[in-house]
């Protein structure tokens, strides 16, 4: 028998883990002290139909941090080197979250509801404590807490067709990253253009309990003909578009310029936040960096260190089998020393070609 796991207030249940028991959910993995779907058919049947239809997933998972009062803004810009200044109400920024030294500590995405209320959307790590913490010690007058709101994303090619006959042709128009409040059944909610997928689509964010199953049956009841069905953030589908995962791919131990996501920070901005001073230090000190790996077989290596001779290693933080494009995919962390003057590694007798994230369609294709 396969071991299971067991339920509890610390591994939390959502709003919708009964429907995906009921369809056949067959790995979960935990993910904010919370179930998340890993597999349904298999990763291989998800990933095509996940390109080529639509589907709905129970992100639940993605809490929300709530930063409510006179000083959310501040806290919001003291968590994160992302200018936020600029940031309009209901509009949506991908912001890692870094710690004094610069190491990154999640990367969410930081949602402005309104002028004093702001929303981050996290990646797995405890960010409340942290965001609490920082409050009290710089006394300041904000909120910190996570509420009761549980994103639904609807992702794949037919998923603006889908949304648009729950929720009104009006998401049509939603730009990428930003969002409205729309009502279903009288109660309004957040819906944004985002989700952890390049196939687009949009996250609802469920913000009364009692709404969310009749939400769930109100999409699939729509989307029969577009042959709607669940799914989850989807391995191959993810890598191929270089998407990161937090604590995965990367953790308190590396940097954003380490990761790839030096765009995603404002080194010149007047702002107040915590890691900016490390971080702009560390511009110029960078000694390593997350890339992609593109090997036309599997190594036969279980391990997750490389070795690249003169004493150097990479580690593979992330890797799967595309079948797309019949490669193994994998992210790795390379020193400089070893990609200053190599292209290629060689890991469980395997050749890999080393390239730039996200993996661009030539290499993929090469
Ligand atoms: N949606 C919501 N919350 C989340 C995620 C999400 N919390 C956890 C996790 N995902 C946070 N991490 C990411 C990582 C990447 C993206 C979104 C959230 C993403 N990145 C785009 C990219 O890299 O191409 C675009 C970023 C940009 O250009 O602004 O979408 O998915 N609610």
């Known amino acids: 028998m396969r071991p299971t796991i067991i339920p509890s207030r610390r591994v939390r249940r959502t709003h919708w883990t ?10 979960y993995t935990v993910y904010n002290h919370m179930l998340l779907p890993a597999e349904f058919e298999s990763i291989e049947a998800d990933y095509w139909h ?3 239809h639509v589907q709905v997933w129970d992100v639940a998972c993605e809490r929300q941090v709530q930063l409510k009062g006179r000083d959310a803004a501040r806290l919001a810009q003291l968590m994160t080197p992302r200018d936020l200044s600029t940031a309009k109400p209901l509009q ?3 912001a890692p979250t870094c710690n004094a030294q610069g190491g990154i500590l999640n990367d969410p995405i930081a949602i402005k509801v309104e002028e004093d209320l702001w929303w981050f959307s996290i990646a797995d790590s405890d960010i409340k404590l942290w965001a609490a913490g920082l409050a009290q010690g710089y006394g ?3 909120d910190v807490s996570e509420p009761d709101i549980s994103p639904l994303a609807v992702q794949g090619p037919k998923a603006d067709e889908l949304v648009a006959r729950v929720f009104g042709s009006e998401v049509c128009d939603i730009r990428f990253f930003w969002g409205k409040m729309l009502p279903f059944q009288g109660s309004d909610m957040y819906v944004a253009r985002s989700g952890w997928s390049k196939q687009g689509g949009f996250e609802i964010y469920v913000n009364d309990a009692k709404l969310a199953v009749p939400l769930w049956e109100a999409l699939f009841a729509a989307g029969k003909d577009l042959n709607v069905r669940i799914g989850c953030p989807n391995q191959i589908e993810r890598m191929e578009g270089g998407l990161l995962s937090y604590g995965s791919d990367m953790d308190d131990q590396d940097t954003p310029f380490e990761c790839g996501l030096g765009s995603y920070l404002d ?4 702002v107040e936040s915590l890691s900016l001073p490390a971080l702009r230090a560390h511009a110029t000190q960078q000694t390593r960096q997350l890339q992609g790996v593109l090997f036309a077989s599997s190594p036969t290596s279980d391990s997750t260190w490389i070795e690249l001779g003169d004493g150097l290693q990479g580690e593979i933080r992330s890797q799967v089998w595309s079948p797309r494009y019949q490669k193994h995919l994998a992210f790795v962390m390379l ?3 070893y990609t200053h003057r190599h292209s290629t590694l060689e890991h469980g007798g395997v050749q890999g070609q080393i ?4 993996f661009s369609q030539e290499a993929l294709q090469a």
């Open 267 to 270: 080194l010149n901005a007047d």
């Open 50 to 52: 996940l390109c080529e």
């Open 92 to 94: 949506g920024k991908y």
């Open 335 to 337: 020193p400089f020393a």
């Open 18 to 27: 009964e429907q995906n028991t009921a369809a056949g959910v067959k790995t």
């Open 355 to 358: 390239t730039p994230l996200p």
């Open 140 to 142: 300041l007058d904000v």
